[in-house]
């Protein structure tokens, strides 16, 4: 089957580096997307890996390996408004997404 | 450009009643999908459309769930009879096929509450 695991939830300080990782037992795919979720807002989509490596955009970066099955999102110069959920999908053609289990991110002053 | 259109936003129903929900892609996207995303957890595909044809409904309940993109733009999707377990979210997304990122540009979505 198809899974894709979280942490449920991150607390990080304003200004910081925080890393929220993504593990999956999936093969086949065709790259990881990573998206973002503030409460009672629609899902927006920050970054994608199609490759191994780091795939940078403003303060957020987002990291594949897939030997590991690994990936994650960093987000850099944390702000109050990146408190929101987080959410790693897995690409499987025709923009095909399964979503993982999401983590909730906290940013405290 | 106008995103995607929802509505209703919020919804409450008793259960056993029919309720529908509205998408409006963006314009142009030739894939559109919808989703259930309960509380706390990740969106569920329920059925993704390119164009006017159902790629792929594995996920719907087909027993009570019913959906329709007619002319390949505006969809509607239908619970009848709803259940209880039917309260969440249910969002719209649509996309270009072979944008080649993973990208789905996704409505507010339709709060429902069964009671």
């Not at chain 1, 999936?26 to 998206?35: D, N, P, R």
């Not at chain 2, 209703?8 to 892609?25: D, G, H, L, T």
């Not at chain 2, 329920?46 to 792929?56: G, H, P, Q």
């Amino acid at each position: 089957g198809q899974s894709l695991e979280q942490p449920s939830e991150v607390t990080a300080v304003e200004g910081a580096i925080v890393q929220i990782n993504c593990t999956y037992q999936t093969s086949g795919f065709y790259g990881l997307s990573w998206y973002q979720q503030h409460d009672g807002g629609a899902p927006t989509f920050l970054s994608y890996n199609a490759l191994d490596g780091l795939e940078e955009t403003g303060r957020f970066s987002s990291f594949l390996s897939r030997s590991d099955s690994y990936g994650y999102l960093l987000l850099q110069e944390l702000q109050m408004k990146d408190s929101a959920s987080y959410f790693c999908a897995v690409n499987f053609g025709n923009e095909k997404l399964t979503f993982g289990t999401g983590t909730r991110l906290t940013i405290i002053p | 450009e106008a995103g995607v259109v929802q509505s209703p936003r919020y919804k409450i129903i008793e259960k056993k009643q029919p309720v529908a929900f509205w998408c409006n892609p963006i314009s142009g996207h030739n894939t559109l999908y919808w989703y259930l995303q309960n509380l706390g957890q990740g969106p569920e595909l329920l059925i993704r459309y390119e164009n006017e044809e159902a790629v792929d409904d594995s996920q719907l309940p087909k027993d009570r769930f019913s959906a329709e993109r007619l002319k390949g733009v505006d969809s509607t999707l239908k619970i009848q009879p709803a259940e209880l377990g039917d309260s969440a979210v249910y969002l719209c997304a649509s996309s270009l096929v072979g944008s080649g990122r993973g990208e789905q540009y996704f409505g507010p979505g339709t709060r429902l509450t069964v009671t």
